[in-house]
């Protein structure tokens, strides 16, 4: 058995040839140090922090296999979104959330031609039996019309080693105590509605009552009368949390933008983004500036992790 996260993200494909590039980096004058800078230097959403790219690239050999978690490569991948890999990458995420985004013949195009352009810039004493893995990815598509991954499963081994690396008592009983705790940790996070998917936009406990100036605000602002909630953080038209503070990709009458979350209020049963705009200058430039209004937030589509120099930032625009 094997799946794309294994090929790709578990010292594989994406490892090796980000090591690959990161040395040919370090020889045109971007040293480690400068690169870590770079990549420290974002701000991520608040529900990938946890996996934030930073810190991975200290003391490694310029072009040695990238050492870093699974979820850390997809975020440090972010950052890269020129690099050939990216494209591959994001197709099987795509696969993995809707099958039908990609036939099994582009798939595999996707995947040829990456690994010829990897082969014919770095040679192939540094091929690896994953990469003939890839190439049976496609195959796996058009026999069973999805493609598995091990994410939530990797994920798993989290839980059960906090839970197992505390218990002494090694008898007969241990690893059903073991499974009892798990599945109790699984209820609980079940019983909160922001774990379930298809529960539509809303509002993410704790939600409260707008201060009395606020809902004034609300009322005077959209024209209406009812009471207004609000909480730190809702889920988006894209199904995912964004917080306050976070950096969100919207899409308002079919123009894509960006704008930094301030709070997020609920009046009526619609739910509304306080949103401050960042103007576009190129490619993945913006220019922060004062502009600011109230969005639907099923308008947000996801969020970006972000790098502000003064009045300049970096956006690193997702592919959704």
Not at 2 to 8: G, I, S
Not at 30 to 48: C, E, M, Q, V, Y
Not at 57 to 80: D, W, Y
Request: net charge positive; aromatic share 10%; charged share 20%.
């Amino acid at each position: 058995m094997f799946d794309y996260f294994h090929v790709y993200l578990v010292n594989g494909i994406f490892n090796v040839l980000t090591g690959f590039f990161l040395g040919e980096l370090h020889n045109h004058g971007w040293k480690h140090n400068d690169i870590d800078r770079f990549a420290n230097g974002f701000t991520w959403p608040s529900r990938l922090r946890g996996a934030a790219a930073k810190d991975i690239l200290q003391k490694r050999k310029p072009s040695e296999t990238l050492k870093c978690g699974a979820s850390e490569a997809l975020n440090f991948m972010q950052l890269l979104r020129l690099y050939v890999l990216v494209f591959v990458i994001d197709a099987l995420q795509a696969i993995n959330a809707k099958p039908s985004a990609f036939t099994p013949l582009e798939l595999q195009q996707l995947i040829k031609r990456h690994l010829d352009l990897a082969k014919s810039r770095y040679g192939d004493e540094w091929w690896v039996p994953k990469c003939h893995l890839a190439g049976h990815l496609a195959l796996q598509l058009a026999k069973h019309q999805v493609l598995l991954s091990c994410f939530v499963h990797e994920r798993k081994h989290k839980i059960i080693k906090k839970i197992s690396n505390e218990i002494l008592d090694t008898s007969r009983t241990f690893e059903r105590s073991i499974l009892q705790d798990v599945l109790h940790g699984h209820m609980e996070s079940l019983s909160e509605g922001v774990y379930l998917p298809g529960q539509g936009v809303r509002l993410v406990d704790p939600v409260r009552p707008a201060p009395a100036r606020l809902q004034t605000e609300i009322h005077n602002t959209i024209r209406v009368q009812g009471e207004v909630f609000t909480a730190r953080q809702a889920v988006h038209g894209g199904n995912f949390t964004v917080a306050v503070g976070d950096l969100a990709l919207m899409d308002l009458d079919g123009v894509t933008a960006v704008g930094k979350v301030a709070y997020h209020v609920m009046c009526e049963k619609v739910v509304w983004s306080h949103i401050t705009f960042w103007t576009h200058v190129h490619g993945c430039m913006y220019e922060v500036s004062d502009d600011c209004g109230l969005v639907q937030t099923r308008l947000l589509r996801a969020t970006c992790p972000y790098s502000i120099s003064g009045n300049a930032a970096i956006v690193a625009v997702p592919q959704v």
